[in-house]
């Protein structure tokens, strides 16, 4: 079990740190990105279980491939990824996700655009009654809307939303799993899910300060795969941290 979790913790670093890289040489060819952390909470619900809390940390990393034009509407090439690692990992989910995506500057303080973004959750397993039950990790296809508005004096305060409805995941044995056995029941079957993130934050310079509040749902309809509801689960999530921007 430690091992596990052990080879889990040192990917995501490892991926960190791909992104960091990334954003570097980014700053080295006249680019922008950032790079920041997040500290909060976050609360997790399964089914009808009771609600738990963690502490919870959130690192993002974003460059810009390639810079848009806003008189020819030519939109900027964004990439980038994050990991979030909670304390409490037997109640709450590791996660790691990937992007890319197009952002088009419509006004000097207001972008859009869209993520294409690989969003994977190591999903814990839960105890009802003195017994384990394990879920299977979810990969997911995401392709969130993204919102940015800057505003006050010098546009430094900036307003940051996503949000998108879920495609169906697909299931994969691997970190819940692994150390508590692969679950025998079948794959339930998807309903509907989404999620829903919000920022305010203020850019100091080189470095922005901001906090965050999302929440996310997935459903899934009762049957074999999803006894009890247990694979329904909603997360919300608070955080405040700081970035560099380069």
């Not at 791909?18 to 920041?36: E, K, S």
């Not at 990992?89 to 690989?118: C, D, I, W, Y």
């Not at 079948?186 to 470095?207: C, E, T």
């Amino acid at each position: 079990m430690k091992l596990c979790k052990t080879l889990v913790v040192k990917t995501m670093m490892v991926r960190v740190c791909l992104i960091f890289l990334a954003a570097v040489a980014a700053y080295g060819q006249g680019q922008r990105g950032n790079l920041g952390i997040d500290l909060g909470q976050t609360s997790d619900r399964f089914g009808g279980l009771s609600r738990t809390t963690s502490a919870v940390g959130d690192v993002y990393g974003q460059l810009v491939v390639k810079q848009g034009k806003q008189k020819d509407g030519s939109p900027s090439i964004v990439a980038g990824g994050e990991v979030r690692f909670p304390v409490d990992t037997k109640n709450h989910a590791n996660e790691v996700s990937l992007f890319g995506g197009l952002m088009f500057r419509f006004k000097p303080s207001f972008s859009a655009g869209f993520h294409v973004q690989v969003h994977k959750l190591y999903v814990p397993p839960s105890i009802v009654d003195n017994q384990t039950f394990n879920r299977n990790n979810f990969e997911l296809l995401e392709v969130p809307l993204v919102l940015e508005y800057k505003f006050g004096p010098g546009k430094h305060t900036f307003v940051q939303a996503q949000g998108a409805p879920e495609f169906r995941p697909r299931f994969r044995a691997g970190y819940g799993a692994s150390y508590a056995g692969a679950t025998p029941l079948p794959n339930p079957a998807f309903d509907h899910a989404y999620f829903v993130r919000g920022s305010l934050g203020y850019l100091f310079g080189k470095w922005y300060a901001k906090g965050t509040y999302e929440t996310r749902y997935f459903k899934f309809t009762p049957g074999p795969g999803n006894p009890s509801n247990f694979y329904n689960w909603r997360t919300d999530m608070v955080t405040g941290g700081v970035g560099l921007v380069f």
